[in-house]
T-cell receptor, first 112, second 114 residues
């Protein structure tokens, strides 16, 4: 079956630090990969996605590259801000499945 | 615009009491609808999904049920809550956008069973 393994949190960084949140997956076929972000008191929002190998998704300074050889989709940002504090979820959708499979989420806190 | 409404935001219920969480969507028709749950320290787990009125698929056996009485309404219910039903419940919908599905999530309900 499909599964997503995500770096456990919580992660606490100082402003302008470099961020990496690891995500690896197992799936049948060639899944699409996603990062969602949940800000306090809000629903999940799509942050970025990649639909095939070697694609790089990017948004708001965040990036993630679909690595088929290592089955990974690590989230990175070069310089985090306090406003990036949120919970980040890695997810995949495989083949014709309509539903998403999520990782456990990583709580990020950025201190000024 | 496309929006999703989910309520309540937080709920504290005693063991054995009934549950009804409601989710409604606007700005789209015939969406796929989902209920997800996140238990403490675990990922989002798909509970139910629906591709149309009255059509419900259950992903895991549990103490909960779902219904879709209208195209844009999805209800999560329980007749008698268990302590293990505590968690964070998210409603979501998806529609095909080009070749891929786009998903929109509600803001979630934090349920504590005491």
């Amino acid at each position: 079956g499909n599964s997503v393994t995500q770096m456990e949190g919580p992660v606490t960084l100082s402003e302008e630090a470099f961020l990496t949140i690891n995500c690896t997956y197992t799936a049948t076929g060639y899944p699409s990969l996603f990062w969602y972000v949940q800000y306090p008191g809000e629903g999940l929002q799509l942050l970025l996605k990649a639909t095939k190998a070697d694609d790089k998704g990017s948004n708001k300074g965040f990036e993630a590259t679909y690595r088929k050889e290592t089955t990974s989709f690590h989230l990175e940002k070069g310089s985090v801000q306090v406003s990036d504090s949120a919970v980040y979820f890695c997810a995949l959708r495989s083949g014709s499945a309509r539903q998403l499979t999520f990782g456990s989420g990583t709580q990020l806190t950025v201190l000024p | 615009s496309q929006t999703i409404h989910q309520w309540p935001a937080t709920l504290v219920q005693p063991v054995g009491s009934p549950l009804s969480l409601e989710c409604t969507v606007e700005g789209t028709s015939n969406p796929n609808l989902y209920w997800y749950r996140q238990a403490a320290g675990r990922g989002l787990q798909l509970l139910f999904y629906s591709v149309g009125i009255g059509q419900i698929s259950s992903e895991v056996p549990q103490n909960l049920s779902a219904s879709r009485p209208q195209d844009r309404q999805f209800i999560l219910s329980s007749k008698k809550l268990l302590l293990s039903d505590s968690g964070f419940y998210l409603c979501a919908w998806s529609v095909l956008q080009g070749r891929h599905y786009g998903y929109t999530f509600g803001s979630g309900t934090r349920l504590t069973v005491v």
